[in-house]
């Protein structure tokens, strides 16, 4: 009986002091690996929170914690914003995995978003980007136009997505130019101006003429511009630090998800799921096609609608391994649990993966 | 251009930071003060360089600007330590701190703006020489300074009357305080050297290395300038040397990659940090001339007895 009585006191007290305080906004927070200063990966999922906020107005609040390291600090970030009210929060770091999970387990009625990562729960959702959608179309554009045959790829760490992003690459210009290379140089960070910029120089200096990237700076686009060979850009349109240089760029845009994961909250539609979602969705967009004649224009459009209404997936046999085995046969597609894990080269790509 | 001599341009640009910082914090160090705020004062330098760049359309301007923000954000750590006698590490590590924090918040309108680069010299003639002439010739201004300041550290302190009392107030503040030596004068001057030259670092990377800005874009360059100092054991050309092996395997180290020689990246990625530490420890392995070069009252206190 007793217990009885508190439950109801705690019960009417919430009733009361629930809406006075939250004024039925729904508070959503964000955990930020780098500065949304950035001008790539966080930057782009800020972008998703304005667009989140602009969409929804009133019905949200949102705030963000940015340069969370990935660890311990970590989870005491996402405990700090559940704590604080928020009922929905996106983890945008595949390293946020399993601080994310064990938080979401004290809170079963918070809603968790996991970027780039695999562990689902009842109040954890994962989603994730197939950014090597946009990298075949790139490697399709490369192949076209360079002279030498060569392109540069900087990469940030030997993880499976930028691996997948450099298969699908060699791939899409494979189909151009079966003799297509590329260099590759490991920054071995995701952030470093003056060495990615370094890297893309000593790239150039080696012969090749089209540069891209997988990590975050536009350094990479400058020193491109500045020797006057063509490049992609990265996370964001950087055509503003290209003009003549850029031919296109993978634009991660995750204001419609978050826009629609938060709806669902304020529906009550919310349920746990595990997304991998590309052009077709929306997550993916190109940058505007430039700096390239007509013809190549529309074959980038072409394979971009292909890949789009599902035609096209690049991860589709025949394809070898680096070392010369069979990794599909003709017409196998590799599965989302094999895209997800890639740890090795295709046939094609001149460099040795390190592990 | 030839491949070799494209290579030299790019261990420059990459070792210019670092020797710059490194002479300035190698005067303030041996003046007996350690700063660690040298990566806080050079981000500052960056931004300041690439704001005052934006809105007068100036790299000079902005170069100018940096090394007034590096020197004014020094003083700040000057007026601390020396005159509140705070403690020298966690007042240098709080600049480097707020410097980060301070840098962000200024720079934010300046993310995603293409900056203003600094041009690289040209003189008809003697540019186009081959092979040498880039290198020798066709550099950025902050280049020859950076040439020109180690020479000058070096001549100052070894050479002049001003840089063996400042080498006193290092070694023994007390003694050098008897003898009617302006210890907290010297090092003020020494702190606000060190921050002009942070400044000046920091704005070779935002007007010169990669022409933009983003949060951070010092990426612990400070911290190389600072190891730099010490595994330099205190002198001037050890440090360029330092600096210079530096950009050379960390630029060798991307060809190397490049190349596609198949050693795993993440060695060479530390390879740089593990060839300048080797090199400098052996080169100052004689015990007794590193003693001699340390400054005796780095880090310490000086409270004058009146």
Redesign the interface.
């Known amino acids: 009986m007793k217990k009885l009585i508190m439950a109801l006191t705690v019960a009417a007290s919430f009733a009361v002091a629930g809406p006075a305080l939250a004024a039925d906004k729904l508070k959503i927070g964000f955990i930020y690996i780098g500065p949304p200063g950035d001008f790539g990966w966080t930057y782009q999922h800020d972008q998703g929170r304005k667009q989140l906020e602009k969409e929804l107005g009133d019905k949200v609040e949102t705030t963000f914690l940015e340069n969370v390291p990935e660890g311990a600090d970590a989870e005491r970030s996402i405990e700090r914003l559940a704590r604080a009210g928020n009922k929905l929060i996106f983890t945008t770091s595949f390293g946020y995995m399993d601080a994310t999970v064990k938080v979401a387990q004290k809170f079963p009625d918070v809603k968790f978003e996991h970027a780039t990562g695999y562990k689902t729960a009842e109040n954890v959702s994962v989603y994730n980007s197939r950014f090597y959608e946009g990298r075949y179309v790139q490697g399709v554009i490369a192949a076209k136009m360079s002279k030498t045959g060569v392109a540069g790829y900087i990469g940030s760490f030997p993880i499976p997505e930028v691996v997948q992003g450099i298969n699908s690459f060699i791939l899409g210009a494979q189909t151009v130019n079966p003799n297509f290379k590329i260099k590759v140089i490991w920054a071995n960070s995701w952030f470093d101006p003056a060495k990615e910029a370094d890297a893309a120089k000593a790239l150039i200096d080696q012969g090749v003429d089209i540069i891209t990237q997988h990590t975050d700076s536009t350094a990479a686009m400058q020193v491109a511009a500045e020797r006057k060979i063509k490049a992609f850009g990265q996370a964001s349109d950087m055509i503003k630090f290209g003009p003549e240089t850029q031919m296109t760029s993978i634009v991660d845009n995750w204001g419609p998800y978050y826009i629609e994961r938060a709806k669902a909250v304020l529906d009550g539609t919310w349920k746990s799921h595990n997304v991998f979602e590309g052009m077709k969705e929306g997550l993916v967009v190109m940058a505007p096609y430039t700096n390239m004649p007509d013809d190549v224009k529309k074959l980038a459009e072409e394979t971009q609608a292909k890949i789009t209404s599902g035609e096209l997936k690049p991860f589709t046999g025949p394809i070898k391994k680096q070392d010369g085995s069979e990794w599909l046969k003709a017409g196998e597609t590799a599965d989302d649990k094999t895209i997800l894990s890639m740890n090795f080269y295709v046939a094609g790509v001149d460099d040795k993966l390190p592990k | 251009m030839t ?1 070799f001599e ?2 030299l341009l ?1 261990v420059a ?2 070792a210019t ?1 670092l020797l710059i910082a490194a002479l300035g914090e190698l005067v303030v160090e041996r003046s007996g003060v350690l700063n660690l705020g040298v990566e806080g004062m050079m981000v500052m330098g960056a931004v300041t360089g690439f704001a005052v760049a934006q809105y007068t359309g100036s790299a000079w301007l902005g170069m100018f600007a940096a090394i007034l923000a590096g020197a004014a954000f020094s003083l700040l750590f000057g007026f601390l330590t020396l005159t509140l006698i705070t403690n020298q590490v966690a007042t240098g590590l709080a600049l480097t701190l707020l410097g980060l924090g301070a840098s ?1 918040m200024i ?2 309108s300046f ?4 900056g203003v ?1 600094m041009d690289s010299l040209y003189i008809r003639g003697l540019t186009d020489i081959p092979y040498v002439g880039r290198v020798l010739f066709g550099q950025d201004p902050i280049f020859y300074i950076s040439i020109l300041l180690t020479i000058g550290v070096a001549w100052f302190l070894f050479r002049t009357r001003a840089g063996l009392t400042l080498r006193a107030v290092g070694d023994n503040h007390t003694s050098a305080h008897a003898l009617g030596v302006p210890v907290v004068r010297i090092r003020y001057l020494a702190v606000i050297f060190g921050g002009a030259c942070a400044g000046l670092a920091g704005a070779q ?1 935002s007007l010169v ?4 800005w ?4 010092t ?1 612990g ?1 400070g911290w190389i300038a600072l190891a730099l100092v010490v595994f330099a054991s205190w002198r001037p050309w050890r440090i360029l040397a330092g600096a210079y092996l530096f950009g050379a395997v ?2 060798g180290q ?2 190397a ?4 020689i ?1 050693v ?3 060695l ?2 530390s390879l740089p940090y593990l060839a300048t530490i080797i090199v400098l420890v052996l080169i100052s392995r004689n015990k007794r001339l590193t003693l001699m070069n340390t400054p005796t009252s780095l880090g310490k206190p000086f409270v004058p007895d009146r």
């Open positions: 491949m494209a290579i790019t640009t990459a930071p962000a720079g934010e993310v995603g703006l293409p680069r990377l290395y990669v022409p933009q983003v949060e951070n874009m990426s360059r960390t630029i991307l060809h990659q490049a190349l596609g198949g795993p990246s993440q060479m990625s």
